[in-house]
């Protein structure tokens, strides 16, 4: 099977990680870093050598700088749909934290149209359906990210479609942020939240009952859990797995370590992503690649993932219709 050409959902998608390498070096070079494109990437990609995940996060410094204006945002959003549109995606959650982007002065408003004009641009021209999910981050305040949530709402229907919180869960544990995403479920805005990444279960289990969490980034450490394992099942709680990025910020130590196929099998629902396409230098089809060569997913199990990403995508309702269609035709063609 060629995993290249098969229809696939992806919804765990960071903005920045993942910014086209040409593109990052044209807005360097604009700055008057005259850099290469190969000597970019040492700069923003990390390998299989990296350490934790503060080590990855690192990376992101250097790209997040040169995210600061309205053409920058809308451009990398706009190639964030056409790079992902070439593996025939054909619905994707691309996630970004308005506030790392205030750094020239933009309102996080501004912030957050730009971005959603590049998508739409994309969507447009790619024909791959794209859709925001707003991140509030755990080292900024309440006011901040109350902000955020205001403005997820706000934009809910025209191109932003939930909200998620990120940062270091063991520094600042999910409780912290109850009253941020009590407002959230106050708006029925949808949730997905990272957690059980660098910490244990009851971070996952923390993001699903105090903060409403309905998809949870990642959600290695739930193997540990066999209880909390039965409630995500029950309540359809969705993990966004990204295997290289796990390996790459220790959320596990080998792929060999991975609970993905474990949690599969127990009927977990679960999804594969990319995270940060160019910081961890993947995309999703490698990702798939991985399941199919490494984890011995056949077809069948591959086909169920895309529909379990589709089912627990926060896409408009008659839209996850037409492209449940859409998949389901060029599965036919397998
Ligand atoms: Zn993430």
Redesign the pocket.
């Known amino acids: 099977m060629d995993m290249k050409s098969i229809p696939k959902v992806e919804l ?1 998608y ?1 903005l920045d990680g993942s910014i086209n390498l040409e593109l990052l070096a044209e807005f360097m070079n604009e700055s008057n870093d005259s850099v290469s494109v190969d000597e970019i990437k040492s700069l923003v990609q990390v390998d299989s050598n990296c350490k934790s995940l503060r080590e990855y996060l690192k990376k992101f410094q250097l790209i997040t700088k040169h995210m600061q204006t309205d053409y920058a945002l809308e451009k990398t959003a706009y190639h964030a749909v056409k790079d992902t549109s070439s593996h025939n995606v054909k619905y994707l959650e691309v996630r970004f934290a308005p506030w790392l982007h205030v750094n020239d002065g933009l309102s996080i408003e501004e912030i957050i149209k730009y971005v959603l004009l590049g998508l739409k641009k994309g969507e447009n021209e790619f024909g791959t359906i794209a859709r925001a999910i707003l991140v509030c981050l755990r080292n900024d305040n309440i006011e901040k990210n109350i902000e955020i949530i205001e403005q997820a709402n706000h934009f809910l229907g025209k191109g932003v479609v939930g909200v998620d919180l ?1 940062g270091d869960e063991n520094k600042y544990p999910q409780r912290n942020y109850k009253r941020i995403f009590e407002r959230a479920q106050d708006y029925k805005l949808p949730i997905t939240i ?1 957690a059980g990444e660098a910490a244990g279960p009851e971070s996952i289990r923390d993001a699903i009952e105090l903060l409403g969490a309905k998809r949870i ?1 990642h959600g290695i450490s739930l193997i540990e859990d066999y209880d909390l394992i039965n409630i995500v099942k029950e309540k359809n709680i969705t993990l966004e797995i990204c295997p290289t990025s796990n390996v790459q910020t220790k959320a596990v130590n080998s792929l060999h370590d991975h609970p993905l196929r474990r949690l599969y099998d127990m009927g977990v629902p679960i999804t594969i992503n990319t ?1 940060n396409c160019t910081v961890s230098n993947t995309n999703i089809t490698k990702e798939y690649q991985l399941l199919a060569d490494y984890f011995k997913f056949t077809q069948k199990d591959l086909q169920q993932i895309v529909y379990t990403a589709l089912e627990a995508s926060f896409a408009e309702k008659l839209l996850k219709k037409d492209i449940k269609k859409i998949i389901k035709d060029e599965f036919t063609v397998y």
Request: glycine content about 16%; proline content about 0%.
């Open positions: 765990h960071h990120a990272h980034g995270d």
